[in-house]
């Protein structure tokens, strides 16, 4: 919210009605907001060509999800299949009324009970936590910067002049200047916090997990699956990347030595830090 104000600022720096432009940008970016959020578990899933999970094909899953939403006292998710090889899930869905889980078939077969229970755990406190209302407030703020940046930037591109262009003077020119760079880094910088609340979130739902299954191992020694593990989703795209439970993209090499600035723009922690700190625990 403080980045938003300080772009609406900016805008009226340059032309004098940023506060009609900000309400307009805004009534716009929620709306597009609203409805994803109402409709993001059906196109999550579409997205991810999920199909629902038959409960005698997938007794074990079953399972494994019933009773963990009886210890927890929340409703069964609906459960769904990604027929992929790579291992790798993501929960989806506004509320633990509206929820679903997606598995894929490399998930299925390459964890043992304790690791998929861990793994569903982990899915579940996304759910728990209503970390999909977070995402959608998220998306919702970085959508309204760019909006209003690329308005702005298109503006000035076309000849837009300030409205209160009265001051000509060096200290006037600087504050434009100032203002003009803004706009042009504020997505970058919306897109970037937006990225730290998805891996603050994962890092939740992890330690969540354990509150859930009271047993620390079982979700380590999936992540170490996940980690070891170099296939890729086939349906996965930047716009749902954030939702699984590991980084479905392609992995980059010597992902340890990257510095901590390439970090910022990652959708999920380091799995190796993941997995340090529910060692602590």
Same mark, same amino acid.
């Given at each position: ?100 889980? #997606?598995?894929?078939?490399? $998930?299925?077969?390459?964890? *043992? !009970?304790?690791? =998929?229970?861990? /793994?569903? %755990?982990? &899915? ?65 910088? #919306?897109?970037?916090?937006? $990225?730290?609340?998805?891996? *603050? !979130?994962?890092? =939740?739902?992890? /330690?969540? %997990?354990? &509150? ?70």
């Amino acid at each position: 919210m403080v980045l938003v104000s300080v772009v609406a600022l900016a805008f009226d720096v340059l032309f004098g009605f940023g506060v009609v432009a900000f309400v307009l940008a805004l009534v716009v970016a929620v709306g597009l907001a609203a409805g994803s959020y109402w409709k993001s578990d059906v196109i999550a899933l579409r997205l991810s060509h999920a199909q629902p999970a038959d409960p005698e094909v997938y007794a074990r899953l079953f399972n494994l999800v019933e009773g963990l939403c009886i210890a927890t006292g929340m409703p069964r998710p609906r459960l769904y299949i990604v027929d992929d090889p790579a291992p790798n899930a993501f929960a989806t869905g506004r509320n633990p009324q509206h929820a679903a889980i #997606a598995v894929t078939t490399g $998930l299925l077969e390459r964890m *043992n !009970r304790v690791e =998929l229970e861990g /793994v569903l %755990a982990h &899915e579940l406190s996304h759910v728990k936590n209503y970390d999909i209302l977070v995402s959608t407030i998220a998306v919702t703020m970085v959508g309204l910067t760019a909006l209003l940046s690329e308005f702005g930037l298109r503006f000035l591109w076309f000849g837009g002049r300030r409205g209160n262009s009265n001051d000509s003077s060096g200290a006037g020119i600087f504050v434009a200047l100032a203002a003009m760079v803004f706009l042009l880094l504020a997505p970058v910088a #919306a897109r970037v916090m937006q $990225l730290t609340v998805s891996r *603050n !979130r994962e890092t =939740l739902a992890d /330690v969540s %997990a354990v &509150e859930i299954t009271r047993y620390p191992p079982g979700l380590i020694s999936a992540l170490e699956k996940l980690r070891d593990d170099q296939t890729v989703v086939g349906t996965a795209s930047r716009a749902t990347a954030h939702l699984w439970i590991e980084e479905p993209m392609a992995h980059e090499e010597a992902t340890a030595k990257k510095s901590r600035f390439s970090h910022l723009f990652d959708t999920h922690p380091p799995i190796e830090e993941r997995i340090a700190a529910l060692r602590e625990l």
